[in-house]
């Protein structure tokens, strides 16, 4: 008799359902993960709203690509992982061959199977996934720590692209979870002093926590770059904006110092647009405008950053619920003022 597990389904825009499914069986070179903690990402509410995420769904599906589990079943070939071990999950799966993997662009793949978007995700009791997308835990790291693997790579890969230096002054713009991260990457990077922009007082308090030599409530200042002036942050050499809204993104160009980089990070909808004048923006301030496309090859430096206490989740990680609660994080926007919201299994 097929083994049975629960499954929460994305059937239709704005609608999902708590369903039971079967549990699938691995084929060849796959592993068949029994999930354990799984993130509420940005890019999931996008897609539940209707827009597209970092790659086009199709409905129904199982949305949740940020997870971890550990190991219940391996197909034929598979020999990195093992039954009982625990693993996080790298969502998105090139396919090694295509013209953009060989070139060592992988997160281009023109064959990318990305799990929870594309293919059936983690909200899901167990999901099926390839050998190579698997990441051994280290035993310092427990499942929620885990499923924080993939938005850390994310993180990474734009930080990397922010070129910071030693020394350099950083504003973040919206201290959410990607927000908090990024302080922590930004120090790690070697930043001298960052502020952070923030309306939320417990995001900014975190943030302070994490290092932060600033937070701003910028609801409440109608010169945030005077009050930035303020604090001595005459010279900002990177602008990170974690919200994905247009306003911010203008804010990010409009506080940028001359010769600054400006990464906009945060997912807009795809129907988004905000104006840029050539002219006054880039060519007079010879800004870098900048942005960053999921986590190519990051995850190892992910796992390697939290294991050896470079990195703290503990203070992003805000909400644990069941399955069968999981839906309310998505309609209750409460969920979202205090931090990441992880379903989490038994």
């Not at 993180?155 to 950083?170: A, E, M, R, S, V």
């Amino acid at each position: 008799m097929d083994k049975m597990m629960k499954a929460l389904v994305l059937t239709d825009v704005g609608k999902l359902e708590l369903q039971v499914r079967t549990v699938p069986t691995p084929g060849a070179g796959e592993v068949l993960v029994r999930v354990k903690a799984c993130g509420i990402c940005g890019t999931d509410l996008h897609i539940f709203h209707g827009d597209e995420g970092s790659a086009k769904s199709t409905l129904p599906l199982v949305l949740g690509h940020e997870f971890s589990g550990e190991v219940a079943a391996v197909g034929e070939g598979v020999q990195g992982v093992r039954i009982g071990d625990r693993v996080a999950v790298d969502p998105n799966c090139a396919c090694g061959q295509c013209y953009y993997c060989r070139l060592g662009k992988p997160h281009y793949c023109e064959n990318m199977l990305c799990y929870g978007t594309i293919a059936e995700g983690a909200f899901a009791e167990y999901c099926l996934v390839k050998e190579k997308v698997c990441y051994l835990l280290p035993d310092g790291l427990d499942f929620f720590a885990g499923a924080m693997v993939e938005p850390v790579a994310c993180c990474l890969h734009g930080i990397d692209l922010c070129g910071i230096k030693p020394g350099d002054n950083i504003l973040i713009i919206g201290c959410g979870p990607i927000g908090q991260i990024m302080v922590q990457l930004a120090r790690a990077a070697g930043a001298a002093r960052i502020a952070v922009l923030e309306p939320v007082a417990t995001k900014r308090e975190v943030a302070l926590r994490y290092g932060a030599a600033a937070a701003i409530d910028p609801a409440a200042e109608r010169d945030v770059a005077g009050a930035l002036r303020a604090l001595g942050f005459t010279d900002i050499n990177v602008v990170i904006e974690c919200v994905g809204n247009t306003k911010t993104m203008r804010q990010a160009i409009d506080l940028a110092s001359p010769m600054a980089t400006v990464m906009l990070f945060g997912l807009s909808s795809p129907r988004d647009e905000f104006s840029i004048n050539p002219f006054n923006d880039l060519f007079r301030k010879e800004i870098k405008l900048t942005s960053s496309f999921i986590n190519p090859m990051t995850c190892s430096r992910s796992i390697g950053l939290m294991a050896n206490g470079r990195l703290s989740v503990d203070g992003i990680i805000t909400d644990k619920l069941p399955l069968e609660k999981a839906a309310e994080a998505f309609t209750d926007a409460a969920y979202r003022k205090r931090g990441k919201i992880q379903v989490v299994f038994e």
